[in-house]
């Protein structure tokens, strides 16, 4: 147990979590996605998939505990080595800025990380603290999507998260140690792909849904 925890309190460990988390949360985004794309089918169609969510009762508690604890993990040691990496490195040239392949995503994960972790929040706000009592899951969303300050914060965010995944899924491969050359352009590809595909789908969402209801 004492072996396990100096490994994990270890920058390479630290690594390992945000890896193992950031995966998870990749997945949360695509099977979270193939669910509202049921909005398409309108309302008692997207009713309906709710109304399967709930009830799962438990499992759902449980599974938003994971998440939640994914959160603060994620979190926590995304700030623990952005801090280290600042106090190891205090003084960055400008070649140092732009060496090493560095890119939009690479460069800006710290930044982009802490934006998402607000659009959470107002996410949260929005759909999730709300009586759902007197409104169907269908008639919140197509209240919330009617406002069009709120559709490009939303269009903006998924944009932020096509931004952060595209190089937190290639980096977690990287520190999971799927790191060998000939397949660091397949990951790196793939890392690309599936961000425009999750910005996309979920950043049409709104407008879709602002446009047709």
């Not at 799962?56 to 505990?65: C, H, K, Q, R």
């Not at 070649?95 to 890119?103: D, E, I, L, M, P």
């Not at 939009?104 to 934006?115: D, Q, R």
């Not at 990951?187 to 049409?204: D, Q």
Request: aromatic share 8%; net charge positive; proline share 2%.
């Amino acid at each position: 147990m004492n072996s396990i925890m100096a490994v994990l309190g270890s920058s390479i460990g630290k690594k390992w979590l945000m890896a193992v988390t950031g995966l998870g949360f990749i997945g949360f985004l695509v099977v979270h996605l193939l669910g509202n794309l049921t909005i398409a089918g309108g309302a008692e169609a997207f009713n309906g998939y709710a109304a399967r969510l709930h009830a799962l009762g438990p499992l759902v508690t449980v599974a938003e505990i994971v998440l939640v604890v994914m959160a603060a993990v994620h979190v926590g040691t995304g700030i623990w080595l952005f801090v280290a990496n600042c106090k190891a490195r205090p003084v960055r040239s400008a070649v140092v800025r732009r060496a090493g392949g560095r890119t939009i995503g690479s460069a800006s994960m710290p930044y982009t990380g802490l934006g998402i972790l607000a659009f959470v929040v107002l996410h949260l706000a929005n759909f999730h603290f709300v009586d759902k009592t007197q409104v169907t899951v269908f008639e919140l969303v197509a209240k919330a999507f009617a406002d069009p300050v709120y559709v490009v914060i939303y269009v903006t965010a998924m944009a932020v998260v096509a931004v952060h995944v595209s190089h937190g899924l290639f980096s977690a491969f990287q520190s999971l140690g799927a790191n060998h050359e000939r397949i660091k352009g397949a990951v790196l590809g793939a890392s690309v792909i599936l961000a425009v595909v999750l910005g996309l789908g979920f950043g049409l969402l709104p407008v879709y849904v602002a446009l047709t209801v």
